[in-house]
């Protein structure tokens, strides 16, 4: 019993007739009885009797029918095992992150999926969060690693961990010995704040508005190493991510934590109708286990 007649058998189960079954396979009706032909010839079995209704399958053909749905899922998984080699042999990923991301800890989770999978290209672009969403939505990234702060239905999101807010103070201030610093604490300081889009200052200002405290803010800025730069040079102080306060370790800047916690999650967004692709499924898997160390 060969493919096509185990297609040409389902066909004729699952429709009923050889005419149907021929639609269904896109080749002739005589194509299809010759094969039903053959086939019970070779198994010396009567499959089908005909009746006004069209073809009712014997005891047999059920029987064999379970068997060869097993056969047909085999067949189909096989195929589908042989499109995703081809697409890692070939295959090209895009990957986006934010600027954060970008320096190191993403590098190196790129180093191990390329040491992985030596077959697999892969360009590595830095992108804002706010432009990450647009980028994957319109194809130009195949994942972006970013906040996600869009309800975008066209976008799927797996969350991949939380960045923490610190307070990052010049190391001279009299925040400096404090371990933790509370909303209060800086009622009369003036705060560097990140861009009104961003996620975790948007949680530090409804954090310092359920404190009941009002704080003054006289610069924007929307990456955490230039705020950290302007804190060492005394412009103020400011609320960082711990990525950022890991990598930018100047000798004139203390991070400290926030009370109440103020976090912002990060996320692997792709868009919703792609078609499948297995690389990317590689890729997000990948990731997900690795997380951030």
Known sequence: MNYRQVQVFKAIMQSGSITDASEILHVSQPAVSKTLKT????????????????L??????????TEVERVALGFENLKRFGKTLQQIKQGRLVIGVVHTFGREWMACAIADFSARYQQISLS???????????????????????QSRTEDHSLLRDKLFEMEGLIAV????????????????????????????DGLRQNFDRAMAQAGIEYRSTIDISLGEA????????????????????????????FIPFHPSVSVPIYLIRARN????????LFIDFMLTTRRR
């Open 274 to 281: 792609q078609p499948h692709n297995r690389l990317i499924e």
């Open 170 to 197: 010049p190391k001279g201030h009299r925040l400096a010995k404090y371990h933790r610093v509370l909303p209060e604490d800086l009622r009369d300081e003036n705060i560097i704040s990140l861009g009104p889009a």
């Open 227 to 254: 705020l950290c730069v302007m804190v060492q040079q005394g412009c103020g102080i400011g609320i960082v991510d711990d990525e950022t306060a890991r990598l930018y370790t100047p000798d004139g800047v203390k």
């Open 124 to 146: 590595l672009i830095t992108a804002s969060s706010n432009d990450m969403a647009r980028l994957v939505g319109n194809g130009q990234i195949d994942v972006g690693i970013a």
């Open 39 to 54: 086939l019970e010839q070779d198994l010396g079995l009567l499959l089908f009797t005909r009746t006004a209704k069209g």
């Open 56 to 65: 009712l399958p014997t005891d047999e053909a059920r029987s064999l029918y």
